[in-house]
């Protein structure tokens, strides 16, 4: 079991620096059994993957109801809200952020080098993974409307956090309401 | 520092006292822990064992009280119940010194007893004899090598004896659990991996990230984990080496990259994957090619793969029909896809036990998010968890117990119940929420 694992592995290193894919990242092992990996700081970079570089600080929008209050970059439209909330269970988009969505809409498609990412969030019933899934869709209801609204695919990208980066703790129904929701995070 | 918080409602009054004992000799040996140990419920007619204090190798073993740790695995366990020291009446090392008789009158059922002894090089031998008090009959004698540095590795050997001898079932105490730790406050919080033994004493982190980590999964020989990172802002999937650290980034594709779950056999991984379109299905990625494989293919969310044991199946949560179901498909053609749950709008998550006939996942009673097992045989569903916000059931390589997270007073906590329903116990972290708890496999003695 063990050698298949590593000859497994070690398959894969191969395959993958043959494949031209960004290098792994080598974790130093702390000498004792269990090193620590400490990704998300400066060494980050070596992941191959950081393009962006926003630092530890950008936790978007946080608990406030919206307007600008991140620390993404000034391509946002001022005084358009970046966090539209959606009902339990639900990806629908609810009446009231239609326009919210439009206003960004025209935001994005007035200037194609804004890029924005779209971060769907669940409150925390329920199971990890499969919130992961319906932050997803959330998402993505969100990106195709933009699209149909002639925001260019490449603009656009997604990412769910399912439950996991809760706006504020709680085990209430209005915390729950302000977790359940989608942020618009302008990486320009 | 060790902390026991012992809990208990019901039964005997009479055994306060040993808890105090216990909880004096186990607060000696400083070692840090990250979790305490409520028992919450336990079964109602526990059986009485005397663990007598085993003899000690003076400075080699380092004064470690290795009958205290057989004491508070097997209490633990729920299915015990030890004598305390102070209402002992003698200390015998020896199986040939113990007067049954006295025992069998101080309403003990078991005796254990038991020596460490060094040799040369720093190494020590422990061994140790189980006594059938009722029968005076020895039912069972062990010994093993250890190190001062592996004392406390084969204290939960020795409870693995015991629990087998008596129990009939094989022990899980000299095992591993892996979960991950959030602390601090909306929106800046920071998440660890870690993994500790099976009592949660001597966690250690894996993995330290201002970012989200998820579903932890161990291979099948206990040596690696996946798991899901956003260190990079967007969902990545590692499998790291625990020895070494060092660690292999094997999935980073557009959109969501979640769920892994080791093949039984180490080659490959069942995982999650959306593609920029948001869809996610179940693929399955050969570790050694790269190669991947799409298991699912529909419009809902398809996710949280597990395999059966023989690696030919695959059990997964899909909403196909409205809500949360789970679902079954073999890896080979999956042509046929069969709904498994019925009987609640949300069933999510699904575990195999070891022996592939009961299937543990996340339930919805009313509005509560409870675990539950079903007989794959019968079908028969039982809720075991009385929680609210119950989630991420992983079952104990014997199959006996589940180890989940649930919430208490605001704070997410640890909690393994046992599959009959029988015992329920608490780990609490010393801080911040703990999560996705998942039970590695045994790893020889």
Not at chain 1, 110 to 133: F, K, Q
Not at chain 1, 171 to 181: H, P, S
């Amino acid at each position: 079991m063990k050698s298949n694992l590593m000859m497994a592995v070690a398959g894969l290193a191969v395959l993958m620096a043959l494949a031209g894919c960004p290098s792994k990242p080598v974790l130093k092992s702390s000498g004792a059994a269990a090193g620590t990996a400490v990704p998300g700081g400066a060494g980050s970079g070596q992941n191959g993957a950081g393009a962006n570089a926003n630092g530890p600080g950008d936790q978007a929008g946080g608990a406030g109801a919206g307007a600008g209050t991140g620390k993404e970059g000034a391509s946002a439209p001022v005084g358009v809200a970046r966090l539209i909330y959606f009902d339990f269970d639900s990806s629908e988009i609810r009446p009231e952020f239609v326009s919210v969505i439009a206003a960004h809409a025209k935001a994005l498609s007035a200037n194609a080098s804004i890029r924005v990412r779209l971060e769907g969030h669940t409150d925390e019933r329920g199971s990890p993974e499969y919130n992961i899934g319906l932050g997803e869709r959330r998402s993505q209801v969100v990106r195709r409307a933009l699209m149909l609204q002639g925001v260019a695919e490449s603009q656009l990208s997604t990412v769910s956090y399912g439950e996991e980066r809760p706006a504020v703790a709680g085990e209430t129904e209005d915390a729950w309401a302000k977790n359940r929701r989608v942020e618009f995070i302008y990486l320009n | 520092m060790m902390h026991i918080h012992t809990m208990i409602s019901a039964p005997a009054p009479g055994w306060l006292p040993w808890l105090a004992a216990a909880l004096a000799c186990l607060l000696a040996p400083a070692a840090r822990a990250e979790l305490q140990i409520d028992i919450t419920q336990g079964v109602t007619d526990p059986i009485p064992v005397a663990i007598v204090p085993f003899a000690s190798a003076a400075l080699a073993d380092g004064g470690f009280d290795l009958a205290a740790v057989v004491q508070h695995d097997l209490d633990g366990s729920g299915r015990f119940r030890s004598m305390s020291r102070a209402s002992m009446h003698a200390a015998p090392q020896h199986a040939v010194d113990v007067v049954v008789a006295d025992w069998r009158a101080a309403g003990e059922d078991y005796v254990l007893v038991g020596r460490t002894t060094a040799e040369q090089g720093g190494k020590l031998v422990i061994a140790c004899e189980l006594l059938n008090v009722l029968t005076g009959q020895v039912v069972g004698a062990t010994h093993f090598d250890a190190t001062a540095a592996t004392m406390r590795r084969v204290a939960h050997q020795v409870s693995d004896f015991v629990f087998e001898k008596i129990v009939g079932a094989r022990g899980a105490f000299a095992t591993r659990i892996a979960y991950v730790a959030v602390e601090g406050e909306p929106p800046a919080q920071r998440y660890r991996l870690y993994v500790a033994d099976a009592d949660g004493e001597g966690a250690q982190v894996v993995l330290d990230s201002s970012r989200p980590i998820m579903s932890p999964a161990w291979s099948a020989d206990g040596q690696w984990l996946a798991y899901v990172s956003f260190e990079d802002r967007v969902a990545a999937i590692y499998v790291q080496q625990l020895r070494s650290s060092q660690r292999q980034r094997v999935s980073q594709r557009a959109g969501v990259n979640g769920a892994p779950a080791w093949s039984p056999d180490g080659k490959k991984l069942a995982l999650t994957l959306s593609g920029s379109s948001g869809n996610l299905d179940i693929w399955v990625l050969e570790l050694a090619t790269q190669g991947l494989v799409r298991i699912t293919n529909d419009p809902a969310i398809d996710t949280e793969p597990a395999w059966s044991a023989d690696g030919k199946e695959l059990y997964f949560t899909s909403d196909r029909s409205g809500g949360p179901q789970i679902y079954r498909t073999d890896v080979a053609t999956h042509e046929h896809v069969q709904r498994i749950t019925f009987g609640s709008s949300y069933n999510a998550r699904a575990r195999l036990a070891p022996d592939g006939r009961t299937l543990a996942f996340v339930t919805r009673e009313g509005s509560d998010y409870r675990i539950a097992v079903q007989d794959l045989g019968n079908g028969g569903v039982r809720v075991l968890t009385r929680g609210s916000l119950d989630e991420a059931p992983a079952f104990a390589p014997n199959g006996l117990t589940l180890i989940y997270a649930g919430k208490v007073g605001g704070r997410r906590t640890l909690a393994t119940v046992a599959v009959d329903g029988q015992v329920t116990q608490r780990l609490k972290a010393d801080h911040g929420d703990v999560r996705e708890p998942v039970w590695g496999p045994f790893t020889g003695n």
